[in-house]
Nanobody, 121 residues
Framework: QVQLVESGGGLVQPGGSLRLSCAAS????????MGWYRQAPGKPRELVAH???????NYDDSVKGRFTISRDNAKKTVYLQMNSLKPEDTAVYYC???????????????WGQGTQVTVSS
């Protein structure tokens, strides 16, 4: 059993900052890539930021220069530092992780429950 527990969402004014955290817990062998996705009402879920096990990152163009994804492998946690927030960043943010439970099984993707980020003046 694997769980991804998210925290850090909330209400913030435009131009403000939030830091999201997502910690993996349970029994598993390895965590590979991790990422943050978001879904606004009426829109599909989209990738915000992605980080590999080696620390290589990718960002959606809409957040480049404003958001930073990082991970702490010892804490089994991925972070999303969000600066210069805009109203269009408002969405439910979901943590995702590729996790290998045991050596003889393929990697599966797991999702957090989502945390609401609202940017409003």
């Amino acid at each position: 059993q694997v769980q991804l527990v998210e925290s850090g969402g909330g209400l913030v004014q435009p131009g403000g900052s939030l830091r999201l955290s997502c910690a993996a817990s349970g029994s598993f062998l390895t965590i590979n890539a991790m990422g943050w996705y978001r879904q606004a009402p009426g829109k599909p879920r989209e990738l915000v930021a992605h980080i590999t096990s080696g620390g290589s990152t990718n960002y959606d163009d809409s957040v480049k220069g404003r958001f930073t994804i990082s991970r702490d492998n010892a804490k089994k946690t991925v972070y999303l530092q969000m600066n210069s927030l805009k109203p269009e960043d408002t969405a439910v943010y979901y943590c995702n992780a590729g996790i290998k439970l045991v050596w003889y099984l393929k990697e599966n993707n797991y999702w957090g429950q989502g945390t609401q980020v609202t940017v409003s003046s």
